[in-house]
């Protein structure tokens, strides 16, 4: 009989979703054989960095926490780079790579995901960059050499970072987005407010309400089209407009997929011997592409893998927007759980509540000085996964 427990681990993924649940296996288990394969050069950063590098003067290299080869050896696993899968051949428990075959007993997906790409019109809509990984960092830096004004599509989370990140190392940030302010989907209105305020008053051009319809060239620049008829110049146009699960592999494989991956509780697949955590998985339905959630997966999958079955948690997560500016944090509620913002302003900044039926607190924002108050709020927030 195989011993289930000297079966492989083979982890799809090198980001942050794959080496950290590598190293949370390592910690439990010196000895179990694992693979991580990936279609990059493997190396390890901090992909939360890459929206405020810029005016830190970090270059992508200074990014680079540690190469492949150096991650094999501290985590005594076989890395194969520049590897694409190709399939996953369920049967056998095998995957089919363009470096060959890999078998495995326990298979994890931390594939991450895509950016979401605009129906653009225009001569240059192909060289509108969106920034997902350090790959990605390296073409923005090298296209942003030299140049001073940017136009960012979208005003969430990811491209307000941006936007303060140009502004702190001298550029001219403008940000579109058809939402009436940034961070509309995280953040209630006063304090989204405070947030557009802030970053206007220290350069950032905002254009509101309306999307872009084309970005074409203009001389040696580019010209942003916009729905409401105004035109934009720029130098680079760079795209935050959301992420979207990779689920092209696992659905090939007739694994289960809505918006992510579909894993249960203990980061599960319909097929029992895969799982997927991070960007790619739709736990009970939530998809959260932040770092929190990804630590508590990996923490509770790598039990798991270890023989002690966890359910993964999810206990309240204040999310920190990378915009120093205008410092914010937002703890949004629960899915499902329906609440009312209540917002006070002072000279401090907003402190925002988001309060039940009950007039219980499961929610909150705060901004600038308010932010000091977030570790007490947060310990009355309830849990978005909790229990078995």
Not at 6 to 34: F, H, K, M, S, W
Not at 264 to 275: A, F, G, K, T
Request: with cysteine; proline share 7%; net charge negative.
């Amino acid at each position: 009989m195989v011993d289930a427990a000297r079966e492989p681990v083979v982890i799809v993924g090198t980001g942050l979703a794959g080496y950290t649940l590598a190293r949370e296996l390592r910690r439990r288990d010196a000895e179990r054989p694992l693979y991580l394969v990936t279609a990059d050069d493997g190396a390890s950063y901090s992909k939360p960095m890459l929206s405020n590098a810029l005016a830190q003067g970090k270059g992508p290299g200074d990014l680079v926490m540690a190469t492949a080869g150096e991650m094999a050896e501290r985590l005594q696993a076989s890395i194969w780079t520049h590897t694409r899968v190709e399939a996953i051949d369920r049967g056998s428990r095998r995957l089919h790579t363009s470096r060959g075959e890999l078998a495995y007993g326990e298979l994890v997906l931390a594939l991450g995901a895509d950016p979401v790409r605009l129906d653009l019109e225009g001569d240059a809509a192909g060289e509108v960059l969106t920034v997902n990984d350090l790959e990605d960092y390296r073409r923005y830096r090298e296209r942003l050499d030299g140049h001073r004004r940017v136009v960012i599509l979208g005003a969430g989370l990811i491209g307000c970072e941006f936007a303060n990140d140009l502004l702190r190392d001298g550029r001219s940030p403008a940000v579109v987005d058809v939402a009436p302010r940034p961070l509309g989907r995280l953040l209630p209105p006063r304090a989204a407010d405070a947030l557009r305020r802030a970053l206007e008053g220290r350069g950032v051009e905002w254009h509101l309400g309306t999307g872009a319809g084309s970005v074409s060239r203009a001389g040696e620049g580019l010209e942003v089209r916009l729905a409401d008829g105004s035109v934009l110049e720029a130098d680079l146009v760079l795209s935050a407009v959301g992420l979207r699960p990779r689920t092209g592999l696992a659905e090939a494989a007739g694994l289960a997929v809505g918006r992510g991956i579909r894993v249960d509780r203990m980061l599960r697949s319909s097929d029992p011997r895969i799982h997927a955590l991070g960007d790619c998985a739709e736990v009970e339905g939530l998809v959260l592409p932040f770092v929190m959630p990804l630590m508590n997966a990996a923490r509770a999958l790598a039990a798991t893998l270890s023989g002690t079955e966890t359910p993964v948690r999810y206990p309240a997560m204040p999310v920190a927007v990378k915009t120093p500016d205008c410092p914010v944090v937002v703890c949004p509620p629960p899915p499902g759980r329906d609440c009312r913002w209540e917002e006070e302003e002072t000279q401090e900044g907003v402190r925002a509540l988001c309060l039940d039926a009950a007039g219980e607190p499961v929610g909150f924002a705060l901004t600038g000085g308010a932010v000091t108050g977030k570790q007490a709020l947060a310990a009355r927030m309830p849990p978005w996964l909790d229990g078995d």
